[in-house]
């Protein structure tokens, strides 16, 4: 057992023995700025549960068996099925992603989730089929490439803008930016000449739907480390909706290789033409269709739950928000935001930076070791898994002053947070190849809605962060929605 796990000398997961040590909380800082309320959080595992006390606290929220002692050390170590090791330390993130990410690929079992259906896509392979694959893709996603699919995003967020206008009482904030992110990542990925989409959205939105609350779902057994082969429910085969979707997309690259697009382009017309710089190699059909449905799930869905978090905590902190709203009316006035805009909204970027804080889209990775190492003074063995939480590194009391409240001031200066303890986007080689993407995408969704409405909160019970495969609320967020006086 790592000396680094403390509560006692037992490891709140297995309960096995080590040094007694006590967890050392930073205090708030004394003539700081005044407090704010907490954002609301998951329950860490704070003793030792029985097995089946494990499965249970899992099945309800696997990311209530991260240990709360996670929040104060570098590393806690032990042994379950295998050897794990949950890192939270910037130095253990640098080393495992970036300097010896070699040594760490994703584990099987982070792999389990995605394989199933995108077993030739970006976000599942590793070596040198990843490393073509993403050479060969960056020129997609350089910022002038970015920058020329910024149409779709102010078209989205202006259709979200009317359509709030015609709502009374509540709105599901929840359905309204899973909407507005879907419409922009449809017509974005296969957009025709048109900038519209090329598969039916009767058949995009089923499909994706089924996968995020079924196929995609996170086991305890991932975080347990039971080998690929022991079945997940939910994996066992490919739904019905789900292969619709790949016809679809199937469907779509053979039409556009017979009959390119001559007006803008869309993804699939920048990956049908990427090429790997170095080998001259070009994706097949099979892997353009599974990258194609990978940037459609994963750029869907964590936008749409990073902006229902942000606008959820502005509606927590009015006086946040209405600084925010300050800048959108001053640059926008009441009109959509555009990509010319964005280096225009600091204080808006700054807010959604720190709500991917709070709530990382993505609050778990999975690595596995293939060779020895050692990583924040803990020796690593071949096969040991290593987890890295970012949803406690963000809020680890060592690495962030006042973890849990939001404020957004403290992302002004951006020399000044240790890229190693945020990564919402992770980072190193396998950094998320969409990130501007997403704050490009983000930024003007956020600024559009909060130059022409106030959000604020209802009596509803307030939302908890849920791991699924990504950190969705555990309920729908709602807040009230009024136009803001002239």
Not at 427 to 434: F, K, L, S
């Given at each position: 057992m790592s000396a680094t796990t403390p509560s006692g000398g037992r490891c709140p997961v297995t309960g096995h023995g080590g040094g007694p040590q006590t967890p050392h909380q930073t205090p708030p800082q004394k003539g700081g700025p005044a407090p704010r309320k907490k954002a609301p959080d998951a329950e860490l595992l704070s003793k030792r549960p029985s097995l089946l006390g494990l499965i249970r606290l899992a099945r309800g929220n696997v990311l209530n068996v991260i240990p709360h002692v996670a929040l104060y050390y570098p590393i806690v170590s032990d042994r379950l099925l295998r050897r794990f090791h949950v890192i939270v330390d910037p130095e253990g993130n640098k080393r495992v992603l970036k300097t010896n990410f070699a040594n760490y690929p994703k584990s099987p079992e982070a792999k389990g989730v995605l394989a199933k259906v995108l077993k030739r896509g970006l976000f599942v392979i590793d070596g040198d089929e990843w490393r073509w694959q993403r050479r060969a893709m960056n020129p997609a996603f350089a910022p002038r490439n970015v920058a020329r699919l910024t149409p779709p995003m102010t078209r989205a967020a202006r259709e979200a803008a009317e359509r709030l206008a015609d709502r009374e009482g509540p709105v599901n904030i929840s359905w309204e930016m899973m909407k507005t992110a879907f419409d922009v990542i449809v017509r974005i990925t296969f957009a025709d000449g048109e900038g519209e989409s090329a598969v039916p959205l009767d058949v995009v939105s089923p499909a994706i739907d089924h996968y995020l609350s079924d196929t995609g779902k996170v086991s305890l057994l991932d975080y347990l480390g039971f080998p690929a082969w022991v079945p997940r429910p939910g994996r066992m085969r490919t739904h019905p909706t789900l292969q619709a979707l790949k016809d679809g997309a199937d469907a779509a690259i053979a039409e556009r290789r017979q009959k390119p697009n001559t007006g803008e382009p869309g993804l699939i017309d920048m990956l049908i033409d990427a090429e790997d710089p170095q080998t001259g190699r070009r994706m097949t059909d099979a892997e353009l269709r599974d990258n194609l449905i990978t940037f459609l799930i994963a750029g869907h869905e964590t936008t749409a739950i990073s902006l229902a978090w942000t606008l959820y905590l502005l509606a927590l902190e009015p006086e946040t928000q209405a600084r925010a709203a300050a800048e959108a009316r001053d640059v926008l006035g009441e009109r959509a935001a555009t990509g010319e805009d964005v280096p225009h909204l600091a204080y808006i970027r700054q807010a959604f930076c720190e709500s991917m804080r709070?709530?990382?889209?993505?609050?778990?990775?999975?690595?596995?070791?293939?060779?020895?190492?050692?990583?924040?003074?803990?020796?690593?063995?071949?096969?040991?898994?290593?987890?890295?939480?970012?949803?406690?590194?963000?809020?680890?009391?060592?690495?962030?002053?006042?973890?849990?409240?939001?404020?957004?001031?403290?992302?002004?200066?951006?020399?000044?947070?240790?890229?190693?303890?945020?990564?919402?986007?992770?980072?190193?080689?396998?950094?998320?190849?969409?990130?501007?993407?997403?704050?490009?995408?983000?930024?003007?969704?956020?600024?559009?809605?909060?130059?022409?409405?106030?959000?604020?909160?209802?009596?509803?019970?307030?939302?908890?962060?849920?791991?699924?495969?990504?950190?969705?609320?555990?309920?729908?967020?709602?807040l009230e929605v009024r136009p803001r006086e002239g």
């Open positions: 709070l709530y990382p889209p993505i609050p778990v990775h999975l690595r596995t070791a293939t060779a020895a190492d050692e990583v924040s003074g803990t020796g690593i063995r071949p096969g040991d898994t290593m987890i890295l939480p970012f949803y406690a590194m963000h809020r680890h009391h060592q690495h962030w002053n006042r973890p849990d409240e939001f404020r957004p001031e403290r992302f002004a200066d951006m020399t000044k947070i240790d890229r190693f303890a945020y990564l919402p986007f992770s980072v190193g080689p396998r950094v998320c190849i969409g990130a501007d993407f997403a704050m490009q995408e983000s930024i003007i969704t956020l600024a559009t809605l909060l130059a022409r409405y106030r959000f604020s909160l209802t009596d509803r019970p307030a939302p908890k962060p849920k791991l699924i495969l990504t950190l969705r609320p555990d309920r729908d967020i709602w």
